[in-house]
Every structure is written in structure tokens, then in C-alpha cells.
Nanobody, 121 residues
Framework: QVQLVESGGGLVQPGGSLRLSCAASGSIFNINAMGWYRQAPGKQRELVARITLGGNINYLDSVKGRFTISRDSAKNTVYLQMNSLKSEDTAVYYC???????????????WGQGTQVTVSS
């Protein structure tokens, strides 16, 4: 089973940028879709961005135009570039493989420890 380790989080001022990385212990070449989720205190975990092997990408409406997901299968790494950060982006961010099941993208596999993103002045 592929293990995922997220990194790149931190404290940033509103309007700032961060680049998150998700390094896989094994090959993600055959994993069709990878996603970044986030969970803010007291809220449910939500899918922020998703990318397939074929390059099909989808974003949560609230991050469109600000976040960019990408994957480097040769490096077994998935990235999330976050620009123009807002306080409401504060959350723990996780990456995980996702599958299309019953009309929704759902996570499968084991969650990593996540990386904390805090947007505050």
C-alpha cells in the first residue's frame, strides 16, 4: 500500500502563497486520480482539488483561480500551489487517492498526517 506524506504547510499572511507536496512511498503511476482534501476545525473534510492521470482537473469553487494541482508521476509526488490565500483556507491539508464511486469522488487508502496551513495576519 502506498504511504503518503504531506509537507509544505505553515503560517502565511492573507494574500500569500504556499506550495504543498505529497510524496508517495511507492509508485502512483497506476493510481488514476489523486486529490487534496482539507479539514478546518469543527468542519467536515472537503475535497479541494483532484487530478487524474489523463490530466483532468477539478477544484472546489472557493479555490478556483487561486489553487493549482499538479502531479509528477516520475517523482511520485502531487503538488498543490496555493496563491492569494485567505483566512478561510486555514485547515489541515491531506492528499489521498480518490475514486469515482456512485456519482462522487471518494477517498480510498490510508490518510497521511496532513500538513497545517494557517492564514493569519
Amino acid at each position: 500500500q502506498v504511504q503518503l506524506v504531506e509537507s509544505g504547510g505553515g503560517l502565511v499572511q492573507p494574500g500569500g502563497s504556499l506550495r504543498l507536496s505529497c510524496a508517495a512511498s511507492g509508485s502512483i503511476f497506476n493510481i488514476n486520480a489523486m486529490g487534496w482534501y482539507r479539514q478546518a476545525p469543527g468542519k467536515q473534510r472537503e475535497l479541494v482539488a483532484r487530478i487524474t492521470l489523463g490530466g483532468n482537473i477539478n477544484y472546489l469553487d472557493s479555490v478556483k483561480g487561486r489553487f493549482t494541482i499538479s502531479r509528477d508521476s516520475a517523482k511520485n509526488t502531487v503538488y498543490l500551489q496555493m496563491n492569494s490565500l485567505k483566512s478561510e483556507d486555514t485547515a489541515v491539508y491531506y492528499c489521498i487517492a480518490v475514486k469515482w464511486i456512485g456519482g462522487s469522488w471518494l477517498p480510498f487508502g490510508s490518510w497521511g498526517q496532513g500538513t497545517q496551513v494557517t492564514v493569519s495576519s
